[in-house]
């Protein structure tokens, strides 16, 4: 049975067939030691291994049986594992238990029985007998599994003797019985993986076990003089197991390690971690540090720390992208750390990378925090005394407490000062920094683009883009799209947020505020009769046959009295402006001026209004593939009174407003047949821009509002009142003040990280700023900034090195990461797993999420 094959077939029977597998087709079973020694040597890529933990079928169910003695079959599950303590892309570093196997292809096996066999490590009792390379040794065997698919713990093997002889079923149960010693299996075949995505694509998402059994063949490498090699290999040096090695490196040379240009794998919605990570493990100050002995700084028993985890798994992953190599990293390890220390972190949703860099940075302090014991010391109010000398005594204490390669490297000290205003009480502090979060000034105003579509059976749908305030009313937003599409006198708008082909929602409360409405939406005014405020409105949504739904929905006004024909009437007026040329009315009743670009959302066919009163006559053909249904709110037709919820059109209903009308809205689900499609435009019916759709980046210098990063670091230092939620207690009202406060910035760092704070949120919606920023490139001064000069040689010059960019909107979008190449002189784009030439012209971007400078001399 040919491994590859017997996932896909098994989904029908399962097979007796004695056709062995093809030698490209089979898996090995082989000791996990004698793999991973040859791992490295033997691989181009990088094979990412899948752990699984061997248990007794018997002990899940609760039940104390031995397997034989039911039968002659022996039963384990194999469960997924998620160590995190032992998580690493190519498996575990060093195996917990002799009883760890790995599961390989046939090339990988072929390729590491050859580097053993000229191996020094390898003792002549393991090597082969024979030079056949095609595993007919006597040292593999073949081995017949049953396997089967349950929800709940993965996979569930049988070995069975009428599939195997009695030797190789002796054998088996040797290597999998459960109930002496743990059993593991490392899965680099991919085998596994293919058997469980085949049979939970095939089984409903509610089942609980599957009855079918896939018949899968193992060759199993029992390897002679195991028991020598792996008490041989049980002392090797942990560089062995690991391409982390931490023996002691002084004065590292840069230029003698790799190009650092490694990529990161995406395991799931990462790239916020790769690009924080690709940043930092390209700061040259941490790339010198975590190549030294790095380890002799780790403070286990921090209780602020995480146990020196942190510490090694980002050491661990920096050297390993800076080897000689230019595999991508997967850094499973690293990850699995930082969802157990930072369980926001964990699973695969999006997430910010500087919360992640925050979080990293602090971590990785307080890890290496070299002191031990942190003394109380209680902070003081300057009452007068100069600031130079308060500063300094605010930076001792800090110091006293807190001593590391990311103190001594990223901290600076910046002056707060509170102001009451009532007494006039001024309260200075002198506080320490990791980063600096800049507000961006901006204009205050909002572009947003709005589809309005007519009732009038003539005009087509027209995007308008209008301007608003930030802060405004949908009050604002009525009265900007009105004069935008000259709103006649006699019409009013209704505006709706157009979801999934149906309203999710209508936009009719002028108080409320825009910024309700993100950039993703997508946003469709209905220009409609002017009429009382209680006068009912009829909302078409459509639908294929297959009960799908497409399409933009369509709004009228309704009448006083209504029924199916009406109803009818109502809708292929609205369809009009939709319909194709040439589909029901001669070439004369079209104007020669119209547009058939089914990529633009202007295009609208106009037709004289003399025609439309004809139109249902022409087009009788059309309404006969139309079924009109009636439905909920969110468009569902009940599908136990489907009968019911169909509309008549050969009975008119009088009763159809009296019981259909929540909110004063008349919902009706037009299901179209195959043939009526092709007779309309679709692709217009359906074309529904953002609210905001962001510029692609050649267009964003000249068209998007932009601001210099200078103007951001002014709003920074600026004073302000504080937020009535942010009130200070002053010492001398003895009450909470809305004080004014102001930041200066006092003591700079060797490296310092610039936060541009593009995402704002509040009680009920998230945005992002799109603000092109302006930032210098080799020469940041910040001369200007620093109210004192702590350090007379201290340079406040800066160029930057790294930029972590974030594209797209709020709560999705993607991160990548620009970094400078000293040893190059170039700049390079990483895009995690992919790593390319950026031109410095280039770099610039509205893009640009969170900065990385580094202190330099201006004379050079």
Request: charged fraction near 25%; proline fraction near 5%.
């Amino acid at each position: 049975m040919a491994t590859a094959a017997a996932a896909s077939a098994a989904s029908d029977a399962v097979s007796t067939s004695d056709h062995s597998p093809s030698f490209d087709d089979r898996v090995y079973l082989v000791p996990y030691r004698w793999w991973r020694v040859a791992q490295e040597s033997v691989t181009e890529d990088v094979v990412q291994g899948v752990p699984y933990a061997a248990t007794s079928a018997s002990s899940y169910y609760g039940i104390r049986i031995i397997n034989n003695l039911l039968g002659s079959d022996l039963v384990f599950h194999l469960r997924r594992s998620y160590d995190e303590t032992s998580q690493h892309e190519n498996g575990p570093e060093e195996p917990s238990s002799s009883r760890t196997y790995a599961l390989i292809r046939y090339d990988l096996w072929s390729r590491a029985l050859k580097w053993h066999d000229s191996s020094s490590l390898m003792p002549k009792s393991a090597k082969r007998n024979t030079a056949d390379e095609e595993g007919s040794s006597v040292d593999v065997y073949p081995l017949m599994l049953r396997v089967s698919v349950m929800q709940e713990i993965n996979m569930t093997i049988k070995i069975s003797k009428k599939d195997n002889t009695n030797e190789n079923y002796k054998r088996a149960n040797k290597i999998f019985a459960t109930d002496s010693e743990p059993v593991h299996i490392w899965d680099f075949s991919g085998q596994t993986n293919l058997i469980l995505m085949n049979e939970w694509n095939r089984l409903p998402s509610d089942y609980h076990q599957n009855d079918q059994e896939i018949l899968l063949e193992v060759q199993v490498y029992t390897m002679p003089g195991i028991e020598e090699y792996q008490s041989k290999t049980s002392s090797f040096p942990r560089g062995i197991f690991s391409r982390c090695e931490w023996d002691s490196i002084s004065d590292v040379d840069l230029n003698s390690l790799g190009s650092g240009l490694i990529g990161l794998e995406n395991l799931g919605n990462t790239c916020f971690m790769n690009s924080a990570v690709q940043c930092l493990a390209h700061t040259q100050r941490l790339v010198e540090y975590f190549h030294g002995d790095f380890t002799k700084d780790i403070n286990k028993n921090n209780p602020l720390g995480m146990k020196g985890e942190i510490a090694l798994a980002f050491g661990d992953l920096l050297r390993r992208l800076w080897r000689q190599d230019k595999r991508a990293v997967a850094p499973h390890r690293f990850k699995s750390k930082l969802a157990h220390f930072a369980p926001q972190f964990s699973g695969f949703n999006q997430h910010d990378s500087q919360e992640l860099l925050a979080f990293l940075l602090d971590g990785l302090h307080e890890d290496l925090n070299g002191v031990k014991s942190k003394p109380y010391l209680e902070a003081k109010d300057s009452d007068g005394r100069p600031d130079a000398e308060v500063a300094d005594e605010y930076w001792g204490n800090h110091l006293a407490r807190n001593d590391s390669i990311i103190v001594d490297t990223c901290q600076g000290q910046y002056k707060s000062t509170l102001v009451c205003p009532e007494c006039n009480k001024v309260s200075t502090t002198f506080d320490p920094f990791m980063y600096l979060s800049l507000p961006l000034p901006c204009s205050g105003k909002r572009t947003m683009t709005v589809t309005v579509f007519s009732t009038d059976g003539i005009t087509g749908p027209l995007p308008c883009t209008i301007t608003v305030p930030k802060s405004g009313t949908f009050g604002d937003f009525f009265q900007a799209l009105s004069a935008a599409c000259s709103l006649r006198d006699d019409e009013t708008l209704l505006v709706a947020e157009v979801f999934r082909s149906g309203i999710l929602r209508f936009l009719d409360e002028p108080s409320d505020l825009i910024s309700l409405v993100r950039d993703g939406d997508q946003l469709a005014a209905y220009r409609v009769p002017r009429g009382q405020e209680s006068s009912a409105v009829v909302v078409f949504m459509h639908q294929k046959v297959e009960n799908r739904g497409f399409g933009v929905p369509l709004v009228a006004k309704l009448p006083d009295k209504i029924d199916g024909p009406e109803l009818r009437r109502m809708y292929m007026k609205l369809l009009n402006p939709f319909l194709r040329k040439k589909s029901c009315f001669s070439t004369s009743s079209i104007s020669d001026d119209s547009q058939d670009d089914s990529n633009s959302t202007n295009s609208s066919t106009s037709i004289d209004s003399s025609d439309i009163s004809d139109s249902s006559d022409e087009c009788m053909n059309i309404e006969d593939n139309l079924t009109f249904f009636l439905a909920n709110e969110k468009g569902h037709i009940s599908q136990t009174e489907q009968s019911k919820s169909k509309i008549n059109m050969d009975q008119p209903s009088e009763a159809l407003l009296e019981t259909h009308l929540p909110k004063n809205r008349l919902h009706v689900v037009v299901q179209w047949q195959v043939m009526g499609l092709a007779q309309y435009d679709m692709e217009l019916l359906s074309c529904l821009p953002e609210v905001y759709k962001e510029l692609p980046v050649h267009r964003r210098l000249k068209d998007q509002e932009s601001v210099t990063l200078y103007q951001c670091l002014d709003k920074f230092i600026n004073e302000e009142p504080l937020g009535p939620d942010d009130m200070w207690y002053c010492p001398s009202c003895k009450e909470h003040r809305q004080a004014s406060k102001k930041l200066d910035l006092w003591r700079l760092p060797e490296i310092l990280v610039i936060h541009l704070k593009r995402f704002s949120y509040n009680r009920y919606t998230k945005n992002k700023l799109e603000t092109y920023v302006d930032f210098p490139i080799c020469d940041l001064d910040l001369s200007k900034y620093i109210t004192h000069r702590v350090d007379d040689s201290a340079s406040t010059h800066y160029r930057l090195y790294a930029i972590s960019n974030h594209y797209g909107h709020m709560g999705g979008g993607h991160y990548t990461a620009y970094v400078f190449h000293d040893r190059e002189k170039r700049w390079y784009d990483f895009d995690d797993r992919c790593v390319s030439v950026v031109q410095e012209d280039n770099i610039k971007t509205a893009a640009a999420y969170v900065l990385f400078y580094r202190r330099v001399d201006p004379t050079d």
